[in-house]
């Protein structure tokens, strides 16, 4: 037989740039300060942590193919239909899921200047084109994306708020945004960090995903919940758009300890409250602290800022991210992102953030 040089993936998979996660360990065995991956410093409740090991009993049965028991909690907590609710190896596997069912070869999808990357990446591995719309103030911006709609869209991807700036659009804009989509553009608000926001003008998307065929809320047991290495999310849908999710997902691709714990962890209300307080009263006064020290942050709703760093040499996010590894605490290069000159760094404990922020004043005076 001839020789061939072995499989091939289909024209353009090998031209996709992997997603690469923020920088997770150090050299060494000293404890690190991570601040990297928008993970909440509270940790789980601890009745998630319970419900988990208590699945360690029986992982030799597969979970519930629909993870109904889950499913059941977000439509009782949240007043929506269980049957409309499809869940996930973490949001990012429904995003590249709603990829893969509405997107093809010719097909374009929109995402914004400095969106979350993982859309690029979906909308790539389904031979589709990805469209950027530019944004206003880092922050999404409607007409901009109404502006780059054309016959072959068939997608747009907003997060909201958006990681890594921590912006938001307010109900009203996301309403207009919807408004200007022809009916057969699908819709996927990303609410990954929605716990979060205190602004009262601000909706996840559950009240358009509700009322509309064309809009999906994706949500996540990643951050606000601390269960990020669980890969549980979910997403509300319309009918339609779940009966086809379900077509393709994997049968059984939430596992059943994450279903579990992430009952629990939905059931932990006070902990969820915690962790929205915590956030609450650091995130203005880090933001104040870095400002004294000449470091501007975008406003964010999120528990992250991203930070932005002088040109001058000597003080840039490159600098600033060396100077911190070697005081063991890690955040987030944004270049990928569109800013090779900011960090992102996610709120953590009230120690954390003292030790960030006092290595950064030691970073700016020395420069
Ligand atoms: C905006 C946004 N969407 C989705 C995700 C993915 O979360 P998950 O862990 O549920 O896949 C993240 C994680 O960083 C995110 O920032």
Redesign the pocket.
């Known amino acids: 037989m001839a020789a061939r040089s072995g499989p091939v993936p289909r024209p353009g998979i090998l031209d996709i740039a992997p997603y690469v996660p923020g920088t997770s360990a150090l050299p060494g065995a000293a404890p690190v300060v991570k601040l990297s991956s928008?993970e909440t410093p509270l940790g789980p409740s601890p009745a998630a942590i319970e419900a988990y090991r208590a699945e360690a009993t029986h992982l030799s049965r597969y979970p519930d193919g629909s993870a109904r028991p889950l499913r059941e909690a977000l439509a009782a907590l949240h007043g929506i239909d269980a049957g409309r609710i499809v869940c996930g190896a973490?949001?990012?596997e429904l995003l590249n899921l709603l990829a893969a069912a509405y997107l093809g070869p010719g097909d374009e999808a929109i995402y914004t200047a400095h969106g979350?990357l993982?859309y690029k990446i979906a909308i790539l591995a389904r031979g589709a084109t990805p469209v950027v719309a530019p944004e206003t103030n880092h922050t999404a911006d409607v007409d901009a994306i109404l502006e780059r709609v054309t016959p072959a869209t068939r997608m747009v991807f907003i997060?909201n708020p958006?990681?890594p700036t921590g912006t938001y659009l307010p109900a009203g804009e996301i309403i207009r945004l919807h408004a200007g989509l022809p009916d057969d553009v699908l819709l996927v608000l990303?609410a990954?960090y929605a716990e979060y926001v205190r602004s009262r003008d601000y909706e996840s998307g559950i009240a358009l995903a509700g009322a509309h065929g064309n809009v999906v809320m994706t949500r996540?047991f990643?951050k606000i919940y601390g269960l990020?290495s669980l890969?549980i999310?979910w997403a509300y849908c319309p009918d339609a758009v779940a009966d086809t999710l379900n077509r393709i997902r994997g049968p059984f691709n939430v596992t059943g300890p994450s279903i579990a714990a992430a009952v629990a962890a939905l059931k932990d209300r006070p902990h969820m409250e915690k962790a929205v307080a915590h956030n609450e009263a650091f995130l203005g006064p880090v933001a104040e602290q870095l400002a004294r020290i000449g470091l501007e942050t975008t406003p964010s709703v999120g528990n992250f800022l991203l930070v932005h760093f002088p040109e001058t040499p000597g003080r840039t996010a490159q600098e600033a991210d060396a100077f911190l590894h070697e005081r063991r605490i890690i955040l987030r290069r944004v270049t990928e992102y569109g800013f090779p000159n900011a960090l992102r760094m996610t709120i953590g404990t009230d120690v954390e953030n003292h030790a960030t922020i006092e290595a950064l004043t030691a970073f700016m005076d020395a420069a």
């Open positions: 928008n973490g949001s990012d979350f993982v997060a958006n990681n990303d990954a996540t990643s990020a890969r999310g």
